[in-house]
């Protein structure tokens, strides 16, 4: 009796769980490509937890929180690790519709991925599209950022302002000591002419140079 209600409940599996069939959805996992040496073999434990990750996201929909993992089946698993799954109503007989399989989905997809350590690439389903995640807030208000940049901005103008201030004031004061003294030199120098010292015509002052003076010159008018 029991071998009996086995083979029924297996055919009917076999009949709701189909590819390509009303309301299944293929799946194909990359675990290799995600993961590398660390990659891990799927079996009958990997199954069992992917029917219960949909048996939960199921639950999470409205008039379906008594979804069981037995409600989830899965048929036709390949080597290169693909299948395909529906979940049945078992009240009726039947598969859910597609729709309300594809809403859990969606809305568990990150669970979904995190249970199996991959992604939306690496843990595909064909027909239900990825979903993206939800933005994160900053831990710092973006008009604090905004704020911050602008004033480093500022301070570093005026900075540059006092820097270029203080070095035109010193330049300026270096520029009348320096005439000075070049004007100072001018006037201590003594030219030599044929090796004896003497003193250059002073312009300013009226002198003028004795050695050059002719003997009317000389002689002191009457």
């Keep these: 009796m029991l071998c ?63 979804t069981e993992i037995s409600h989830v089946l899965v048929c036709n698993v390949t080597q290169r690790v693909s299948f395909w799954f529906v979940v049945t109503d078992p009240l009726k007989n039947h598969t859910l519709p597609a729709v309300e399989v594809q809403t859990a989905i969606r809305m568990n997809r990150n669970r979904i991925n995190g249970a199996f350590f991959l992604n939306d690439q690496t843990l595909e389903f064909l027909k239900i599209p990825s979903t993206l995640a939800p933005p994160t807030d900053p831990s710092v208000p973006i008009w604090i950022i905004i704020f911050g940049v602008i004033f480093c901005i500022v301070i570093v103008a005026v900075m540059l302002l006092i820097l270029s201030g203080i070095r035109q004031r010193r330049r300026m004061s270096k520029g009348p000591t320096e005439m000075d003294d070049s004007e100072d030199k001018c006037e201590n120098m003594i030219t030599i002419e044929n090796g004896i010292p003497c003193d250059p015509l002073d312009t300013k002052g009226g002198h003028i140079n004795d050695a050059f003076m ?8 009457l």
């Design 4 to 66: 009996l209600l086995f083979f029924l409940v297996t055919a009917i599996h076999a009949e709701l769980c189909q590819p390509d069939g009303e309301n299944a959805f293929k799946v194909r996992l990359s675990i290799r490509t995600a993961l590398g040496d660390n990659a891990y073999a799927w079996d009958t434990n990997e199954e069992y937890l992917f029917k219960a990750m949909v048996a939960f996201s199921m639950r999470k929909v409205p008039n379906r929180e008594t």
């Design 214 to 221: 002719t003997e009317d010159e000389r002689l002191t008018p």
